[in-house]
């Protein structure tokens, strides 16, 4: 634990001018405060805000951070008020520990609810001053270096799983990339701790085996920056665990088959010895393709700037290289605590570093609840990141993944709700496509446009599915409004009353609805019925026509042929039930699994179909079977989603091919249509699934078609 004139000479070591005495003053008022406290690991609770203090030392931060570092827990824990520390240390302080001041005093339903409230009112906090969040970031980080403390497992892990997603993506959108390594592997240890283990013996053996494989890359890397006279130093490490882990999935490769766990960076003067360095690189060591990124040219959202690429370096091995300047490395690891700037005020938050932080103020409006909110900005802040361009050359950052509509409301909230077609680098194309680095990205706008519900189905942005739903709940609500009223009226005539403002006013309270339309609307959608809304206007009124209750069934035709002699699939009972299942279609020549379900039979599905994830812990349920070959050779249904130009004889161009492919159209649904597309689900009678193929590779060739996948679900 720091003493009292340790972290004061820390502090004076990068702030001559730092307010020694504020210092002095916050360490003595937070020791007296917090008294006999103790920490669950034993220790006096003092030294966990004394740590955090610490932690944000080595960032550099100005008094005002340090000193609500020391105080952050007293307005929660102790006796003490915000009034009290503001009148004690300034406004200034009294305001960040008020932002930064834990809220677990808030009795919510859930765990989850609790958690989004809590990240919601730091994000309006750190939208104020972005110093709230660094204090807070540093407290998580200690609590998270002390979480094996913790001695119930299920509060461990609830803690780890909220660090990995909100505290250390948002350390990241900060650029601090020092706190949100150790953050990410912090929770790694306590969420996959086995993977984690299995990770570090690999690493360890492989330094057992290739010696200081790492020093002697550096060595040659050195050696090879000097021989072209840069002025340069050059540093490497082992990846972490975490992130060997997460390549592990994305790739979905053994740690084996990982090739670059190694990375070196090479640290130079400037930007234009930046790119001498890379020529020097490249020169010397065949690059691996597509590893290639110039974040100095564009830099991240976070402010971040780098060049990094993939080669074949000494010994052979496959190594990633980061090539930055010392200033560029500075603000890589410090991020926005290298910069000495505080944003105080929504009005400041222009700048694009900053982006991130207004659209999660946009999203925050929009969401109807705390909980949506939470899952919109996981969207926002989780994913890898495209570059694209506006026609002007403006630079628009999205996540990977992302469609045209997402460019839209990145562009303007107004772009993305009017928005009806797209020109990707000068070609019309479906909205619904994947955009990637370098596109070109023109949005055609109509006023006469609406958000589509279709679009929540492929939009990745949490700024985007925001608006989205808004405008749909807001157009959904205005439906049910009128088909409510509609209800309300007949109703009441019929039964010899009026439906006054003032009565439905009155009712409002009664029926715990905020306004007339609100009634409306609950009529409308079914979740009021009529008969409430009389009784809560004319109580004691005798019921007529209002109690009639009239059931409204659909029926659904269901195909009652037997499939068992016309599915070919042996391995079963004779006289057993089979039924393909529509979520995956599956075909001759699919791998398949069948599930047992009591008193329907048996469902067929291919063995990668998403629902059996769910039945993935009944094995009693599942049974190997395979296709039969002596019965193959039926027609069976097939599926594919299909984007086809909508010009004539695009249609007649479709039927013809898969008729010239000897399939046949057995159903065709329209699911989507724009001025320049149909997009449409197809069923085709197919025997095998090399049959299906063949059609797909014959649809993919003509001109009409612009594009062709099996369908799944």
Known sequence: MLRQFELVERVKSYDPKADEDAINRAYVYAMKMHGSQ??????PYFSHPIEVAGIL??????????????????????GATTEEITNLFGDEVGRLVDGVTKLTRIQLQNVEAKQAENFRKLLLAMSEDIRVLLVKLADRLHNMRTLNHISKPD???NIALETMEIYAPLAERLGMQEIKTELEDLAFAELHPEARASILTRLRFLEREGGDLVGRIMDELDHTIQAAELTGFVSGREKTPFSIWKKMQIKDVSFEQLSDIMAFRVMVDDNEDCYRALGV??????????????????PKRNGYQSIHTGVIGPEKHRIEVQIRTNRMHEIAELGVAAHWHYKTGLEDLAGSQYSWLRELLDILEHAQSPEEFLEHTKLEMFQDQVFCFTPKGELINLPRGASPVDFAYAVHTEVGNTCVGTKVNGRIVPLRIELNTGDQVEIVTSKAQKPSPEWEGF??????????????????HEEYAKLGKEILLKSFAKEGYDLTDDGLKEACDKLDLPSPDDIYAAVGEGEVMARQVLEAIYPGAKASLLTKVVNISKARKKNAKSTESAVPIKGLTPGLALHLSECC???PGDRIVGILTAGKGVDVHTIDCESL????????????????????????MGRVNLVVLNEPGSLSALSTVIAQNQGNISNLKIVGRSNDFFEMDLDIEVTSVKHLTNIIAALRASPAINSVERARG
């Open 38 to 43: 103790m920490r669950a690991s034993g220790d």
């Open 57 to 78: 030392t080595n960032y550099r931060l100005d008094t005002a951070s340090i000193v609500t570092a020391l105080l952050h827990d007293t307005v929660e824990d102790t």
């Open 155 to 157: 509060k461990r892990r």
């Open 281 to 298: 690189i490249h020169a010397a060591y065949r690059t691996v393709p597509g590893r290639f990124k110039d974040y100095i040219s564009t």
């Open 459 to 476: 939009v990745v942005t949490g700024k985007a599915r925001a608006h989205i739903r808004r405008r749909v709940r807001s157009e959904a």
């Open 585 to 587: 279609h599956p075909l």
């Open 613 to 636: 994830i769910e039945l993935s812990d009944e094995p009693e349920s599942w049974l190997d079977i395979v296709w039969d070959d002596k019965k193959t050779g039926d027609m069976l």
